[in-house]
């Protein structure tokens, strides 16, 4: 037999996926300016029952924010896997294509984590875990390889001594040097796909697929994965 406080917490489980699946809809309708009273409206009750799941739209903004990271890691993630261990330029290759999968499969999700910000919304240190597992990713495909770089252009100190924060922050000991080209990547990456999903490639570049494998691999060679 079911107790009277699951039946309750499934319930309320089902509806906070209730609530974010209205929400989702109204970011791909009206982008992430979102309304917690039209996502009632939506789901047709009234806005006072929405604070019992969502204190704020702040709240609801940041359910969908970390959602939405959490599936594009979960898919990069699956991509990285399905790729043997000795492969690592195979591996990075997945990852990027992923991300771009996921994207343009998503492109509401995306344009809320990477468009322009929400204003009055200041993402909360939960986000931040979800936020890195694509980079995360990446550094460690790139920590496995045993590839050179060219000859790096010089840190300068102040970066250098970010990069290093950076490492000592996480696994593994990449050095400096491969940590900045792994970001470059990883800013490109991103940037390009935004580029895509905003139409910003529109009567400039046909071959999207073919122009992404281009840079993608070009990527893979400046982090040291020839």
């Given amino acids: ?29 009206e982008g992430a300016n979102l309304s917690l009273r039209a996502v009632a ?37 699956a991509a990285e896997a399905a790729v043997p261990r000795d492969d690592p330029r195979g591996r990075w290759l997945a990852v990027c294509r992923a991300v771009r999968a996921w994207a343009l499969a998503h492109p509401a999700e995306y344009g809320l984590l990477y468009g322009s910000p929400v204003p ?33 252009r010089p840190l300068p100190e102040a970066v ?5 924060r950076l490492i000592d922050e996480q696994p593994g000991d990449l050095p400096e040097e491969r940590l900045d080209r792994v970001l470059l990547a990883w ?26 494998e281009h840079h993608m691999a070009l990527l893979a060679e400046l982090a040291g994965l020839p």
């Fill in 41 to 77: 409206r939506d789901m047709d009750i009234v806005a006072s029952a929405l604070y019992r799941y969502f204190p704020s739209r702040d709240a609801l903004l940041t359910a969908l924010i970390i959602d939405a990271y959490e599936g594009l890691g979960a898919a990069a993630e």
């Fill in 160 to 164: 250098r001594a970010d990069l290093r």
């Fill in 120 to 152: 009055g919304y200041a993402a909360p240190p939960e986000t931040v875990a979800p936020a890195s597992k694509v980079i995360l990713l990446l550094a460690a495909v790139v920590g496995d390889a045993p590839g050179e770089m060219g000859a790096p």
């Fill in 1 to 29: 037999m079911v107790s009277a406080s699951s039946l309750r917490a499934r319930l309320r489980s089902e509806m906070h996926q209730e609530i974010k699946d209205a929400a989702r809809r109204r970011l791909a309708e």
């Fill in 187 to 212: 800013t490109h990456l991103f940037g390009q796909v935004g580029f895509e999903v905003f139409h910003r490639l529109d009567d400039m570049i046909s071959a999207r697929a073919d122009y992404f």
